[in-house]
């Protein structure tokens, strides 16, 4: 009987301490702009493409882990969040190749998402 509570109390506390664990949000910022007379001037209403394909070798092509696209706001500005994607206690978690595009300006970039907080990375378009 003691055995059998005492292992009932370890239980409880671990089950109590897990429930109380917050993981905090994993978010890729992206900030587009250009540069006009030196200045750098926000891109509103760009197209910006996170990806980051699979496996690649000279036969096969992999499918994309990641291809999400949102447009930038006024101020050249937009959020991605991967907190759904993230699982605790991985190591590491992408580094997603940026694309920016409006009209005739592109962009490329690279951001390095690291899990449980805010990436951000400026792209220059021209």
Known sequence: MNRFFSFSLIASVM???????EMD?????????RMEAGEEVPVSDANVRLYALG????????????????VTTNEGFTSFNFSSYYVAGQAGFAV?????TKGALEGKGLI???EMV????TITME
């Not at 496996?55 to 949102?70: C, I, K, Y």
């Not at 805010?118 to 990375?121: D, R, S």
Request: a negative charge.
């Open 15 to 21: 089950l109590f301490l897990a429930g109380c664990y």
């Open 25 to 33: 949000e994993t978010v890729a910022n992206v900030y587009v702009v």
């Open 55 to 70: 496996s690649l070798d000279d036969d096969f092509v992999g499918e994309p882990r990641f291809d999400t696209t949102q």
């Open 96 to 100: 997603l190749d940026v694309e920016c």
């Open 112 to 114: 390095r998402i690291e």
């Open 118 to 121: 805010t990436n951000e990375v």
